[in-house]
């Protein structure tokens, strides 16, 4: 099967409401006061400093996004990601889950704008505008949360009509672009198991560092965690991957954060363990992918 058949490609986007504003006013009087070119100097303001409403969407938003990138594969530099098809039905059971967390955040926020802008006027000072400030329904436009689905490209699926010559051209740079896909994928996989098998040798190797269950519940944690997704993640199907992933396993992923904390020789002998890994990874992450044209 190729990789047309294996994944879908998916591009989330979450946009939110603008709180940096130029103050030209400003800038004229700091470039005044340094006898200056005003065009020299920017002033930017930024709106609702500290709010608890609008904190909790930007947060909201790096998690997601950081969960996104976990359950995919880099496709371009746009954004777009790749989905293993086998991982679709979860992937979007969760995004449902999501939306509806992340409007009702955005309406908890509009529900307490027109206080916040209120606010602001003590924050901001004289500094405070009321044309920086939209009626909240047009705030609300700002709010978006979309998630686009689209196949793979296939070498092999093409439409429309042009001349032999450069269907063959579109057909080798479509098929460029899923080799390079596939090196990308598979890089990414091999770098995403190799960190946290990197921070383990590291800190474990580390005879001076004292032992904490919050130095070491990371460590076994965000190796699960990888060593769970490789699986599903796989879509090349690499099977040295897979070797490695299960030598992890049974190497490593049994141990307890608890024993990692009071065992010297278990740290000792999974800091190697984990440098030996990572050690004969490095033959199989491969050169850099080749530049595709437009």
């Not at 130029?22 to 500290?50: C, P």
């Not at 400030?133 to 949360?145: A, H, L, N, Q, T």
């Amino acid at each position: 099967m190729s990789l047309h058949d294996k994944a879908m490609l998916v591009a989330l986007s979450l946009s939110k409401f603008g709180l940096n504003r130029k103050d030209d006013d400003e800038a004229r009087e700091v470039a005044r006061r340094h006898g200056a070119d005003s065009k020299s100097w920017a002033v930017t303001k930024r709106l609702l400093q500290g709010n608890t409403a609008f904190d909790a969407i930007r947060k909201f938003d790096t998690a997601f996004s950081a969960w996104n990138r976990k359950q995919t594969l880099p496709w371009d530099d746009n954004g777009t990601r790749l989905l293993p098809t086998v991982n679709y039905d979860p992937y979007m059971a969760h995004v449902r889950l999501q939306r509806t967390e992340r409007e009702g955040l955005v309406r908890a926020f509009l529900n307490g704008y027109d206080s916040f802008v209120s606010g602001d006027r003590t924050t901001l000072g004289s500094a405070w505008n009321p044309r920086d400030y939209p009626d909240r329904y047009i705030v609300r436009e700002k709010f978006g949360m979309e998630l686009a689905v689209t196949p793979v490209p296939d070498a092999k699926d093409f439409r429309i009509t042009v001349s032999k010559a450069d269907l063959l051209e579109l057909q080798r740079n479509v098929a460029d672009q899923l080799r390079n896909a596939e090196d990308k994928a598979r890089r990414e996989l091999f770098g995403r198991l190799a960190e946290p098998l990197l921070k383990m040798a590291e800190k474990l190797a580390d005879r001076d560092k004292k032992m904490t269950l919050t130095t070491t519940v990371p460590l076994i944690e965000n190796l699960r965690e990888i060593i769970e997704l490789i699986p599903t993640l796989n879509i090349i199907g690499d099977a040295n991957l897979e070797a490695f992933r299960r030598v992890a396993l049974e190497k490593l992923a049994h141990i307890t954060p608890e024993t990692l904390k009071s065992n010297d020789l278990v740290r000792t002998v999974a800091a190697r363990h984990a440098q030996e890994i990572v050690d004969a990874m490095s033959d199989f992450m491969g050169p850099a992918p080749v530049a595709v044209a437009a």
